[in-house]
Nanobody, 112 residues
Framework: QVQLVESGGGLVQPGESLRLSCSVS????????MRWYRQAPGKQRELVAT???????NYLDSIKGRFTISRDNAKNTVYLQMSALKPEDTAVYYC??????WGKGTLVTVSS
């Protein structure tokens, strides 16, 4: 059974940082590109970042320079380091693996 479990969300003030983690089981993690999505209240889900098996990364324009996606194949975990957070980053953040596997999400709230 494939499972993706996100963690690390919470309430932070603008300008602060958070690191999200997504622990993956049930698939050969090392051979899959991984993605982070987010869905803000009242908005469609959007792709935030992608990391390929070789480590190549791609980012949503609005988060470039502030967020970093990384992976640890030994731990079957993908991370999203978020810095200089803004109120507009408030959303539920989801981990995704090819094959339409999704985690349940972790809520990030950026507010003063």
């Amino acid at each position: 059974q494939v499972q993706l479990v996100e963690s690390g969300g919470g309430l932070v003030q603008p300008g602060e940082s958070l690191r999200l983690s997504c622990s993956v089981s049930g698939i050969d993690f090392s051979v899959f590109a991984m993605r982070w999505y987010r869905q803000a209240p009242g908005k469609q889900r959007e792709l935030v970042a992608t990391i390929a098996t070789g480590g190549t990364t791609n980012y949503l324009d609005s988060i470039k320079g502030r967020f970093t996606i990384s992976r640890d194949n030994a731990k079957n975990t993908v991370y999203l380091q978020m810095s200089a957070l803004k109120p507009e980053d408030t959303a539920v953040y989801y981990c995704y693996a090819p094959g339409n596997y999704w985690g349940k999400g972790t809520l990030v709230t950026v507010s003063s």
